[in-house]
Protein backbone atom coordinates (compact mmCIF):
# COMPACT_ATOMS: atom_id res chain seq x y z
CA UNK A 1 0.00 0.00 0.00
CA UNK A 2 1.28 3.37 -0.93
CA UNK A 3 1.76 6.43 1.67
CA UNK A 4 -1.00 8.67 2.49
CA UNK A 5 -4.90 8.75 2.73
CA UNK A 6 -6.57 6.28 0.40
CA UNK A 7 -9.51 7.36 -1.66
CA UNK A 8 -11.83 4.98 0.07
CA UNK A 9 -10.91 6.54 3.64
CA UNK A 10 -12.02 10.09 1.83
CA UNK A 11 -15.27 8.16 1.18
CA UNK A 12 -15.75 7.12 4.37
CA UNK A 13 -14.86 10.09 6.01
CA UNK A 14 -17.52 11.98 3.83
CA UNK A 15 -19.96 8.94 4.33
CA UNK A 16 -19.31 9.74 8.93
CA UNK A 17 -19.92 13.59 8.13
CA UNK A 18 -23.16 13.37 6.20
CA UNK A 19 -24.47 10.64 8.99
CA UNK A 20 -23.79 13.60 11.41
CA UNK A 21 -25.49 16.31 9.37
CA UNK A 22 -28.83 13.99 8.90
CA UNK A 23 -28.86 12.42 12.62
CA UNK A 24 -28.65 16.27 13.61
CA UNK A 25 -31.04 17.56 11.36
CA UNK A 26 -28.57 20.23 9.51
CA UNK A 27 -29.00 20.77 5.85
CA UNK A 28 -25.58 20.39 4.44
CA UNK A 29 -21.33 21.46 4.98
CA UNK A 30 -20.22 24.49 3.41
CA UNK A 31 -16.56 23.75 3.53
CA UNK A 32 -14.03 26.25 2.12
CA UNK A 33 -10.34 26.03 1.52
CA UNK A 34 -8.82 24.66 4.43
CA UNK A 35 -7.81 21.71 7.01
CA UNK A 36 -11.45 20.58 6.61
CA UNK A 37 -11.09 20.64 3.05
CA UNK A 38 -7.98 18.59 3.00
CA UNK A 39 -9.70 16.35 5.38
CA UNK A 40 -12.69 15.66 3.64
CA UNK A 41 -11.19 15.29 0.40
CA UNK A 42 -7.58 15.66 0.29
CA UNK A 43 -7.25 18.61 -1.46
CA UNK A 44 -4.80 21.10 0.05
CA UNK A 45 -6.66 23.91 -1.40
CA UNK A 46 -4.73 27.29 -1.73
CA UNK A 47 -6.46 30.44 0.15
CA UNK A 48 -7.59 32.81 -2.61
CA UNK A 49 -9.63 35.39 -3.71
CA UNK A 50 -11.91 33.16 -5.49
CA UNK A 51 -14.18 30.89 -4.37
CA UNK A 52 -13.13 27.25 -3.86
CA UNK A 53 -16.50 25.40 -1.88
CA UNK A 54 -17.39 22.03 -0.96
CA UNK A 55 -20.93 21.32 -0.76
CA UNK A 56 -21.88 18.28 1.32
CA UNK A 57 -25.53 18.28 1.67
CA UNK A 58 -27.05 15.63 3.80
CA UNK A 59 -28.74 13.59 0.87
CA UNK A 60 -27.64 14.41 -2.55
CA UNK A 61 -23.98 14.10 -4.37
CA UNK A 62 -21.16 16.39 -2.84
CA UNK A 63 -20.05 18.75 -4.92
CA UNK A 64 -16.90 20.90 -5.04
CA UNK A 65 -17.74 24.42 -6.63
CA UNK A 66 -14.12 26.06 -7.89
CA UNK A 67 -12.58 28.12 -10.08
CA UNK A 68 -12.53 27.16 -13.91
CA UNK A 69 -8.58 27.71 -13.35
CA UNK A 70 -8.29 25.33 -10.49
CA UNK A 71 -9.94 22.02 -12.14
CA UNK A 72 -6.34 20.12 -12.64
CA UNK A 73 -5.16 20.69 -9.36
CA UNK A 74 -8.46 19.60 -7.81
CA UNK A 75 -8.41 16.62 -10.09
CA UNK A 76 -5.04 15.74 -8.92
CA UNK A 77 -6.24 15.15 -5.30
CA UNK A 78 -7.75 11.82 -4.32
CA UNK A 79 -11.25 12.64 -3.44
CA UNK A 80 -12.15 14.31 -6.91
CA UNK A 81 -9.67 12.10 -8.97
CA UNK A 82 -11.45 9.02 -7.29
CA UNK A 83 -14.67 10.53 -8.52
CA UNK A 84 -16.64 10.99 -4.66
CA UNK A 85 -17.22 14.72 -5.66
CA UNK A 86 -18.90 16.34 -8.54
CA UNK A 87 -16.46 19.44 -10.33
CA UNK A 88 -18.87 22.61 -10.25
CA UNK A 89 -16.20 24.76 -12.30
CA UNK A 90 -17.28 28.49 -12.27
CA UNK A 91 -15.19 30.63 -14.67
CA UNK A 92 -13.61 34.05 -14.06
CA UNK A 93 -16.68 36.18 -15.04
CA UNK A 94 -19.25 34.29 -13.27
CA UNK A 95 -21.14 34.66 -9.96
CA UNK A 96 -19.96 31.80 -7.69
CA UNK A 97 -22.32 32.45 -5.31
CA UNK A 98 -25.33 31.71 -8.32
CA UNK A 99 -23.63 28.27 -8.37
CA UNK A 100 -24.05 27.54 -4.54
CA UNK A 101 -27.50 28.42 -4.73
CA UNK A 102 -28.29 26.75 -7.34
CA UNK A 103 -26.74 23.69 -6.18
CA UNK A 104 -28.76 24.02 -2.68
CA UNK A 105 -32.13 25.35 -3.86
CA UNK A 106 -33.91 27.74 -1.92
CA UNK A 107 -32.54 26.30 1.04
CA UNK A 108 -33.83 26.78 4.52
CA UNK A 109 -32.50 24.35 6.88
CA UNK A 110 -28.88 24.58 8.49
CA UNK A 111 -25.86 25.26 6.97
CA UNK A 112 -22.62 24.51 8.00
CA UNK A 113 -19.89 26.53 7.53
CA UNK A 114 -15.93 25.81 8.14
CA UNK A 115 -13.81 27.78 10.43
CA UNK A 116 -11.63 29.19 8.03
CA UNK A 117 -14.45 30.05 5.38
CA UNK A 118 -13.68 34.06 4.61
CA UNK A 119 -16.07 36.72 5.90
CA UNK A 120 -16.38 38.04 2.35
CA UNK A 121 -17.95 34.90 1.06
CA UNK A 122 -19.94 33.84 4.21
CA UNK A 123 -21.67 37.08 3.69
CA UNK A 124 -22.49 37.01 0.43
CA UNK A 125 -23.54 33.64 0.98
CA UNK A 126 -25.63 34.64 4.40
CA UNK A 127 -27.34 37.50 1.54
CA UNK A 128 -28.27 35.00 -1.09
CA UNK A 129 -29.64 32.18 1.26
CA UNK A 130 -31.59 34.46 3.54
CA UNK A 131 -34.11 31.99 4.78
CA UNK A 132 -30.91 29.32 6.12
CA UNK A 133 -29.45 29.09 9.30
CA UNK A 134 -25.57 29.42 10.03
CA UNK A 135 -23.46 27.26 12.67
CA UNK A 136 -20.00 26.24 12.54
CA UNK A 137 -19.09 23.02 10.90
CA UNK A 138 -16.95 22.32 13.76
CA UNK A 139 -19.49 20.30 15.66
CA UNK A 140 -20.27 18.04 13.45
CA UNK A 141 -15.82 17.58 12.05
CA UNK A 142 -14.02 17.82 14.71
CA UNK A 143 -15.47 14.49 16.71
CA UNK A 144 -14.51 12.95 13.62
CA UNK A 145 -11.03 14.23 13.28
CA UNK A 146 -10.08 14.20 16.69
CA UNK A 147 -9.88 10.22 16.09
CA UNK A 148 -6.80 9.67 13.86
CA UNK A 149 -7.33 6.25 11.51
CA UNK A 150 -4.10 4.23 11.05
CA UNK A 151 -2.85 5.90 7.81
CA UNK A 152 -3.40 9.44 9.76
CA UNK A 153 -1.24 7.81 12.79
CA UNK A 154 1.20 6.25 10.19
CA UNK A 155 2.06 9.84 8.90
CA UNK A 156 1.78 11.46 12.29
CA UNK A 157 4.49 8.72 13.84
CA UNK A 158 6.75 9.38 10.43
CA UNK A 159 6.78 13.29 10.86
CA UNK A 160 7.53 12.62 14.42
CA UNK A 161 10.72 10.49 14.06
CA UNK A 162 11.75 13.06 11.42
CA UNK A 163 11.32 15.97 13.63
CA UNK A 164 13.34 13.46 16.86
CA UNK A 165 15.88 13.17 14.21
CA UNK A 166 16.52 16.87 13.12
CA UNK A 167 16.41 18.07 17.24
CA UNK A 168 19.12 14.94 17.38
CA UNK A 169 21.37 16.26 14.57
CA UNK A 170 21.19 19.97 15.52
CA UNK A 171 22.57 19.15 18.99
CA UNK A 172 25.28 17.48 17.50
CA UNK A 173 26.59 20.04 15.47
CA UNK A 174 28.36 23.16 16.40
CA UNK A 175 26.20 25.80 18.33
CA UNK A 176 28.17 28.44 20.00
CA UNK A 177 28.89 31.73 18.26
CA UNK A 178 26.22 31.14 15.78
CA UNK A 179 23.09 33.03 15.95
CA UNK A 180 19.75 31.62 16.30
CA UNK A 181 18.40 32.95 13.21
CA UNK A 182 21.48 30.75 11.79
CA UNK A 183 20.42 27.54 13.96
CA UNK A 184 16.77 28.70 12.73
CA UNK A 185 17.51 28.09 8.71
CA UNK A 186 19.21 24.55 9.85
CA UNK A 187 16.23 23.76 11.52
CA UNK A 188 14.11 24.15 8.20
CA UNK A 189 17.29 22.54 5.93
CA UNK A 190 16.96 19.80 8.17
CA UNK A 191 13.51 19.25 8.46
CA UNK A 192 13.19 19.32 4.69
CA UNK A 193 16.18 16.67 4.11
CA UNK A 194 14.26 14.52 6.61
CA UNK A 195 11.31 14.23 4.38
CA UNK A 196 8.49 17.06 5.21
CA UNK A 197 7.04 18.82 2.69
CA UNK A 198 7.79 22.03 4.32
CA UNK A 199 9.03 23.52 7.87
CA UNK A 200 6.57 26.10 9.70
CA UNK A 201 7.91 26.99 12.65
CA UNK A 202 11.30 26.87 14.02
CA UNK A 203 11.54 28.15 17.97
CA UNK A 204 15.40 28.61 18.79
CA UNK A 205 15.69 30.37 22.11
CA UNK A 206 19.28 30.48 23.77
CA UNK A 207 20.00 31.98 27.48
CA UNK A 208 16.68 34.08 28.56
CA UNK A 209 15.24 33.59 25.77
CA UNK A 210 14.21 30.50 26.18
CA UNK A 211 11.94 31.57 29.15
CA UNK A 212 9.62 33.24 26.62
CA UNK A 213 7.77 30.10 25.45
CA UNK A 214 7.31 31.85 21.73
CA UNK A 215 10.26 33.53 21.37
CA UNK A 216 11.11 34.04 17.45
CA UNK A 217 14.71 33.31 16.71
CA UNK A 218 16.89 36.68 16.70
CA UNK A 219 20.18 37.86 15.77
CA UNK A 220 21.37 36.73 19.29
CA UNK A 221 24.33 34.41 19.55
CA UNK A 222 24.24 31.24 21.44
CA UNK A 223 26.93 31.31 24.04
CA UNK A 224 28.85 28.28 25.93
CA UNK A 225 26.97 27.75 29.64
CA UNK A 226 23.64 28.73 28.85
CA UNK A 227 20.45 26.86 27.57
CA UNK A 228 19.05 26.31 24.42
CA UNK A 229 15.33 25.25 23.39
CA UNK A 230 13.82 23.96 20.49
CA UNK A 231 10.67 24.08 19.39
CA UNK A 232 10.32 23.06 15.95
CA UNK A 233 8.13 21.13 13.56
CA UNK A 234 6.45 21.50 10.24
CA UNK A 235 4.26 19.30 7.54
CA UNK A 236 4.90 15.65 5.70
CA UNK A 237 2.12 14.88 3.43
CA UNK A 238 -0.06 17.12 5.04
CA UNK A 239 0.19 15.82 8.41
CA UNK A 240 2.32 17.91 11.20
CA UNK A 241 5.49 17.60 13.15
CA UNK A 242 5.82 19.75 16.53
CA UNK A 243 8.38 18.78 18.91
CA UNK A 244 10.43 20.79 21.83
CA UNK A 245 13.63 19.39 23.77
CA UNK A 246 15.84 21.94 26.45
CA UNK A 247 19.43 21.23 25.91
CA UNK A 248 22.22 22.65 27.66
CA UNK A 249 25.22 23.94 25.27
CA UNK A 250 28.52 24.04 27.86
CA UNK A 251 31.06 25.30 24.87
CA UNK A 252 34.93 24.63 24.61
CA UNK A 253 35.31 25.68 28.35
CA UNK A 254 32.49 22.88 29.20
CA UNK A 255 30.63 25.25 31.30
CA UNK A 256 28.11 22.51 32.65
CA UNK A 257 24.38 23.67 34.23
CA UNK A 258 23.72 24.87 37.26
CA UNK A 259 21.79 23.64 40.23
CA UNK A 260 18.69 25.89 39.61
CA UNK A 261 18.61 24.59 35.96
CA UNK A 262 19.02 20.51 36.77
CA UNK A 263 16.36 21.33 38.76
CA UNK A 264 13.55 22.79 36.57
CA UNK A 265 14.63 20.54 33.99
CA UNK A 266 14.40 17.62 36.22
CA UNK A 267 10.64 19.20 37.73
CA UNK A 268 9.04 19.22 33.65
CA UNK A 269 10.72 15.85 32.38
CA UNK A 270 8.77 14.19 35.47
CA UNK A 271 5.71 16.50 34.57
CA UNK A 272 6.18 15.70 31.63
CA UNK A 273 6.43 11.67 32.38
CA UNK A 274 3.03 12.17 34.70
CA UNK A 275 1.13 13.92 31.79
CA UNK A 276 1.61 11.10 29.21
CA UNK A 277 1.51 8.69 31.91
CA UNK A 278 -1.81 9.58 32.64
CA UNK A 279 -3.08 9.01 28.72
CA UNK A 280 -5.49 6.40 28.44
CA UNK A 281 -9.48 6.53 27.21
CA UNK A 282 -11.65 7.27 29.90
CA UNK A 283 -10.18 10.12 31.46
CA UNK A 284 -10.71 13.87 30.67
CA UNK A 285 -7.97 16.29 28.94
CA UNK A 286 -8.23 18.60 31.69
CA UNK A 287 -7.16 15.23 33.87
CA UNK A 288 -3.63 15.32 31.91
CA UNK A 289 -3.37 18.91 32.50
CA UNK A 290 -3.60 18.18 36.59
CA UNK A 291 -1.11 15.56 36.38
CA UNK A 292 1.52 17.46 35.27
CA UNK A 293 0.58 20.51 36.52
CA UNK A 294 0.62 18.82 39.80
CA UNK A 295 4.35 18.29 39.53
CA UNK A 296 5.29 21.55 39.04
CA UNK A 297 2.66 22.70 41.80
CA UNK A 298 4.03 21.01 44.31
CA UNK A 299 8.20 22.58 43.40
CA UNK A 300 7.11 25.93 44.25
CA UNK A 301 6.62 26.15 40.33
CA UNK A 302 2.92 26.95 39.47
CA UNK A 303 3.08 30.71 38.51
CA UNK A 304 6.14 29.62 35.97
CA UNK A 305 3.77 27.12 34.02
CA UNK A 306 1.47 29.26 32.47
CA UNK A 307 0.05 27.59 29.84
CA UNK A 308 -1.72 24.82 28.81
CA UNK A 309 -0.19 21.26 28.85
CA UNK A 310 -0.98 20.60 24.82
CA UNK A 311 -3.51 20.84 21.46
CA UNK A 312 -4.19 18.20 19.59
CA UNK A 313 -2.43 17.88 16.26
CA UNK A 314 -3.33 16.22 12.86
CA UNK A 315 -3.42 18.10 9.82
CA UNK A 316 -3.17 21.22 11.93
CA UNK A 317 -0.57 21.77 14.08
CA UNK A 318 -2.87 23.28 16.67
CA UNK A 319 -6.04 21.80 16.46
CA UNK A 320 -8.88 20.18 19.01
CA UNK A 321 -8.65 18.68 21.46
CA UNK A 322 -6.75 20.80 23.90
CA UNK A 323 -5.16 19.75 26.65
CA UNK A 324 -6.47 22.30 29.41
CA UNK A 325 -7.68 22.91 32.44
CA UNK A 326 -11.83 22.80 31.99
CA UNK A 327 -12.20 20.60 29.10
CA UNK A 328 -14.07 17.62 30.13
CA UNK A 329 -13.57 15.77 27.65
CA UNK A 330 -12.47 12.54 28.01
CA UNK A 331 -10.15 10.81 25.91
CA UNK A 332 -11.02 7.88 23.61
CA UNK A 333 -8.07 5.62 21.16
CA UNK A 334 -6.92 7.23 17.94
CA UNK A 335 -6.46 11.32 19.78
CA UNK A 336 -3.22 12.85 19.23
CA UNK A 337 -1.95 15.81 21.39
CA UNK A 338 0.88 17.26 22.47
CA UNK A 339 2.39 16.77 26.24
CA UNK A 340 4.70 19.74 26.41
CA UNK A 341 5.16 21.41 30.48
CA UNK A 342 7.48 24.38 30.66
CA UNK A 343 8.66 26.02 33.83
CA UNK A 344 9.84 29.93 32.47
CA UNK A 345 12.31 31.91 34.77
CA UNK A 346 11.98 35.91 33.33
CA UNK A 347 15.01 37.12 32.78
CA UNK A 348 17.31 33.75 33.11
CA UNK A 349 16.31 30.78 31.04
CA UNK A 350 13.29 28.16 30.86
CA UNK A 351 12.74 24.45 30.12
CA UNK A 352 9.32 22.96 27.83
CA UNK A 353 9.96 19.57 26.70
CA UNK A 354 7.29 18.29 24.58
CA UNK A 355 6.53 14.83 22.44
CA UNK A 356 3.32 14.09 20.81
CA UNK A 357 1.39 11.06 21.90
CA UNK A 358 -1.70 9.22 20.87
CA UNK A 359 -3.94 7.66 23.58
CA UNK A 360 -4.20 3.48 22.92
CA UNK A 361 -6.61 1.17 24.08
CA UNK A 362 -5.08 1.00 26.87
CA UNK A 363 -2.47 3.72 27.74
CA UNK A 364 -0.87 6.41 25.65
CA UNK A 365 2.11 6.15 23.12
CA UNK A 366 4.29 9.08 22.37
CA UNK A 367 5.46 9.55 18.98
CA UNK A 368 8.48 10.89 19.58
CA UNK A 369 11.59 9.24 20.98
CA UNK A 370 14.34 11.89 21.34
CA UNK A 371 16.06 11.85 24.73
CA UNK A 372 13.60 13.71 27.35
CA UNK A 373 16.48 14.04 29.72
CA UNK A 374 18.89 16.77 29.91
CA UNK A 375 21.46 16.51 27.17
CA UNK A 376 24.35 18.60 27.56
CA UNK A 377 26.35 19.40 24.55
CA UNK A 378 29.77 21.34 24.19
CA UNK A 379 28.08 22.76 20.76
CA UNK A 380 31.68 23.40 19.18
ZN1 LIG B 1 3.06 22.02 20.50
ZN1 LIG C 1 5.94 22.86 19.90
Redesign the pocket.
Known sequence: MSEGITAARYEERIGRAREALASAGHAALLIGVGPELEWLIGYPARGHERLTLLVIPASGRPALILPRLEVGAAMAAPGPAAGLVELIPWQETEDPIARVTARLGPAGGRLLVSDALKAAFLLRLQAALPAAGWLLATGVLSPLRQVKDAEELALLRAAAGAADRTVEGLLRGRLVGRTEADVAREVRDRLIAEGHDTAEFWIVAGGPASASPHHDASERVIRAGEPLLL?I?GRRLGYCS?I?RTAWVSGAEDVGPDDAFRRIHAIVQEAQAAGRAAVRPGVSFASLDRAARDVIEAAGHGPDFFHRL??G?GLE??EDPYVVEGNEALLVPGNTF?V?PGVYLEGRYGVRI?DQVRCTESGGESLNQAERGLVVVRGI
Request: proline content about 0%.
Open positions: DGDTGHIVHSEE
